[in-house]
């Protein structure tokens, strides 16, 4: 692994997540939101560090609420969202403000997502707002009807099951 990646996990105490890389959350709202959707009260907002090293990748998941990725340091992360029955897969490149990268990607609601980072590591932050609950995560590779549409629909992102 990259030293500056293995100096950031280390000086941000980041822990290892189930998708791949490594967490750590930064804040959880103490204002309490009901998100109206019969999942019950979560914090108004949560965030979180995330890194992704070269050797690890963010496998497919969603989150029932919306997640808004910022660009903090190291190599572009090639983020990839669709739609929940995977029509279709768009590709972001999220990085400094150029050569056609941004350094905010919005995840809606329920839509799919995955990540590599294209360098030696990428470091973000990542805000879900209503606040994020490992009850509202989940991981394809659990699904094994949907992660079959996957196969069929959009066969070039298996490698991130």
């Given at each position: 692994m990259d030293p500056r990646a293995?100096?950031?996990?280390r000086e941000l105490d980041l822990r290892p997540h189930p998708e791949g890389g490594h967490?750590?959350?930064?804040?959880?709202?103490?204002?309490?939101v009901d998100p109206?959707?019969?999942?019950?009260?979560?914090?108004?907002?949560t965030t979180i560090y995330f890194l992704l090293p070269a050797t690890e990748i963010s496998?497919?998941?969603?989150?029932?609420?919306?997640?808004?990725w910022h660009h903090l340091e190291g190599a572009p992360l090639d983020l990839l969202v669709s739609d929940p029955e995977f029509d279709?897969?768009?590709?972001?490149?999220?990085?400094?403000?150029?050569?056609?990268?941004?350094?905010?990607?919005?995840v809606p609601p329920m839509h799919w997502q995955a990540a590599r980072s294209t360098g030696a590591?990428?470091?973000?932050?990542?805000?879900?707002?209503p606040g994020f609950d490992f009850a509202d995560f989940e991981m394809l590779r659990d699904r094994q009807e949907l992660a079959q549409q996957l196969r069929q629909r959009q066969p070039g992102f298996v490698d991130l099951l």
């Open positions: 293995e100096a950031l996990i967490y750590r959350e930064l804040h959880r709202s103490t204002l309490p109206m959707d019969g999942r019950g009260v979560r914090a108004a907002l496998r497919w998941h969603r989150v029932s609420s919306d997640e808004v279709h897969v768009e590709r972001y490149g999220l990085g400094p403000l150029r050569d056609g990268l941004r350094p905010e990607v919005v590591f990428t470091l973000v932050a990542c805000v879900v707002g």
